[in-house]
């Protein structure tokens, strides 16, 4: 565990719902915080939202903890998470991760399983490559500021102004190259496939991700599996927000139909 940061700060409820049946853990892509979901429980349709309580993952170096310096490597994350997510079996839950998010939801899945803790009944994987695949551009994350910001542009979904405001990238480059480490850093190894079922998601003009490469997600479960491509490029989950959430909603519905009555 990061000596900086108290368990409980990693969890940023948005909509505390004290009668729902299901708990989806939300992470964000690299930089991002758990403010990235803030209008999502809100915005799902009705008879979603009062059945699911979502619950933004806030890693350190950001928003409100952004005091604590960020992890730089997936192992000691995983090592923090765990106990977090785990410790509270009462309800069932899912997994959310958009880019970084995905991979860490899915590796911290397998970190539950390692444990011997519940894992997630059902997981979506936005805008990440199957983790059994190789990354196909170069590393970033120890490129001059620069040539970081450029690849930024080239991302897209971080505007121009923020861009362009020096005193804002002092403050949000280290961040974002820890979280480029993360990613960059991470070696896959072969495990038993999931038992969770696995929903990805994908921009159709994503120049990072392609769909073979979504698809190839299907090999990590031995459950079911189902792929939604949406327009808009790799921040698609905010360009085309309202779609994303009329499917996602649809998805969870799928999940809750599932559990046993009662729970």
Sequence with gaps: MNASIR??????????NPNARLRVFCFPFAGGGASTFNAWADELPYDVRVQVELCAIQLPGRETNMKAPPYKSISPLLDALAPVIGRDQSMPFAFLGHSM?????????????????????????????APQLPERHRPVHDLPDQEIIASLRIFGG?????????E???????????????????VYASEEALTCSITAFGGNDDGRVSREELSAWRAQTSNSFSMHMFPGDHFFIQSAQALVLRVLAQDLKQVLRRQPSGM
Aim: charged share 20%.
């Design 7 to 16: 368990p409980e700060a990693l969890m940023t409820f948005q909509s505390p």
């Design 101 to 129: 998010g995905a991979l860490i939801s899915f590796e911290l899945a397998r970190q539950l399983r390692r444990e011997r803790r519940r894992g997630p009944t059902h997981m979506i994987v936005a805008g990440h490559r």
């Design 168 to 186: 804002l990238m002092d403050l949000f480059l280290p961040v974002l190259r820890a979280d480029f480490a993360v990613c960059e850093s991470y």
């Design 158 to 166: 971080t505007p121009e102004g923020v861009l362009q405001n020096s």
